[in-house]
C-alpha cells in the first residue's frame, strides 16, 4: 500500500530530508558479503536492489508534490466575480467571449450588443469583469 502524501511543504520537505539521508547513509555502508555464497548473496543484493527502487521511487514523488505544493501556495488568488450592484452599473461587461457592451440589465440577466444586429442575455454567473 503507498504511503499517502503529506499535506504541507514543511512535512514534505522534513520527509525529503530524512529520505536524503537515508540513501546517502546507504551510500557510506560498507557492503561486504564476506563468505556469502550463491543463492544467500542474490538474496541480499535483490533485497537492497528492491529497497533502492522503492526509495527512489517516494523520493521522486516526493519531489513532485512538494513542486505542486510551492506552485499552489504561489499563485495568485483568482479575481472575485463582480457583484450585483457593480453589474447593475456597468457599461461593459466581460465574459468569456470578450468584452461586451451593455443594453439592458434585468434581475438576474444582463442584455449585451450582439452582431449582426441583435442582443444576447448573459446570465450574471457568466459574467467575468464589469466595467
Known amino acids: 500500500m503507498a504511503q499517502p ?3 504541507t511543504i514543511e ?8 529520505l536524503r539521508a537515508t540513501i546517502d547513509a546507504d551510500w557510506q555502508k ?5 563468505s556469502l ?9 535483490d533485497a537492497s536492489v528492491r529497497r533502492a527502487g522503492v526509495t527512489s521511487a517516494r523520493l521522486t514523488a516526493l ?11 504561489v499563485a495568485p488568488a483568482p479575481k472575485p466575480l463582480p457583484t450585483d450592484d457593480e453589474i447593475l452599473a456597468a457599461r461593459l461587461v466581460r465574459t468569456k467571449l470578450g468584452w461586451e457592451q451593455v ?3 434585468n434581475r438576474t440577466t444582463v442584455t449585451v450588443v450582439a452582431e449582426p444586429g441583435w442582443d444576447n442575455k448573459v446570465p ?5 469583469e464589469v466595467r
Do not use: C, D, N
Open 37 to 45: 555464497r550463491g543463492k544467500q548473496h542474490g538474496q541480499r543484493i
Open 63 to 73: 519531489e513532485a508534490h512538494l513542486a505542486g505544493l510551492q506552485r499552489a501556495a
Open 11 to 18: 512535512a514534505t520537505e522534513a520527509e525529503l530530508a530524512q
Open 5 to 7: 502524501m503529506p499535506t
Open 30 to 34: 560498507p557492503t561486504s558479503y564476506g
Open 103 to 105: 443594453v439592458k440589465v
Open 124 to 128: 450574471f454567473r457568466k459574467i467575468l
